[in-house]
Every structure is written in structure tokens, then in C-alpha cells.
């Protein structure tokens, strides 16, 4: 129902997220990490949150015109998700440093680390929402 560019560019931003979610699950075997800080965890719920938004986003494409304002509540959410995981990371960071920043430098590096990924995670899910957004503009 678009352009094939356009299909070309989503379906690149989803691979992205799928991308950086597998880098997530590699460095969390990796470092063996077994137990994660909350905002992590928190973190983590909110990837899949945007995860389901752009599951349930990707099948009303079909039928853009007739999906329009479904689709642009469904972006504006998962900018929303987005935003909210930034607070997330900078808080976690900071519970991270007061809690092993001066005693334990590694926990502090591959925490730092792995709250740096997941981040990313939900930044390639904005990525999908923009594309689809995009799509939106340019078929309405």
C-alpha cells in the first residue's frame, strides 16, 4: 500500500531493534549477569511494552488511510515509552554510581554498560515509531 522505500526503511529500524536486543542478551551471557538492578528490570519492561505498541501498529499499515489516527496514537506512545526509559536509565545510572561507583569499578562498568544497551533498545523502537510515522504523512 506505500512505497517500497518506505517498506525498505521500516523493516531496517525493526531489524535494528531486534539487532540491539540480541546484543542485550549477549552481553548480559557475556558478563553472567543474574540479577539485575530494578530500573534494569523496569527497563526492560518498557522494551516490551514498544514491542507490543509496534506489533499491533505493523498489520494497520495495510490499510493506512483507514488507520490514521490509530497509527499516529500508537507512534506518540511509543515516543512516550521512549521518553520514559531515558528517565529510567539516568536514574538507574545514578543508583548504580551511589551503589558501587567508588567500591566495585567492574559492577560499575558492566552495569553502566548494560543500562547503555537497553537504552539503545528503546531508541531503535522510537526509530520504527518515526518510520511509521513517516508512512503515515506521506499516504494520508
Request: hydrophobic residues 45%; charged residues 30%.
Amino acid at each position: 500500500p506505500f512505497d517500497r522505500g518506505d517498506i525498505k526503511d521500516l523493516i531496517q529500524s525493526m531489524d535494528d531493534a531486534i539487532d540491539m536486543m540480541h546484543k542485550v542478551v549477549k552481553m548480559v551471557r557475556l558478563f553472567e549477569q543474574t540479577s539485575f538492578e530494578p530500573r534494569m528490570r523496569e527497563m526492560g519492561a518498557v522494551i516490551v511494552e514498544a514491542a507490543h505498541l509496534t506489533a499491533e501498529a505493523i498489520p494497520l499499515l495495510e490499510k493506512v488511510g483507514a488507520n490514521v489516527t490509530r497509527l499516529g496514537a500508537l507512534a506518540e506512545e511509543i515516543t512516550k515509552v521512549e521518553e520514559r526509559a531515558d528517565g529510567l536509565h539516568d536514574a538507574g545510572l545514578k543508583e548504580l554510581f551511589q551503589r558501587h561507583g567508588r567500591t566495585d569499578a567492574m559492577a560499575w562498568i558492566v552495569g553502566s554498560e548494560l543500562y547503555g544497551q537497553l537504552e539503545k533498545v528503546v531508541d531503535r523502537f522510537e526509530d520504527v515509531a518515526n518510520e511509521i510515522s513517516g508512512i503515515v504523512i506521506e499516504n494520508v
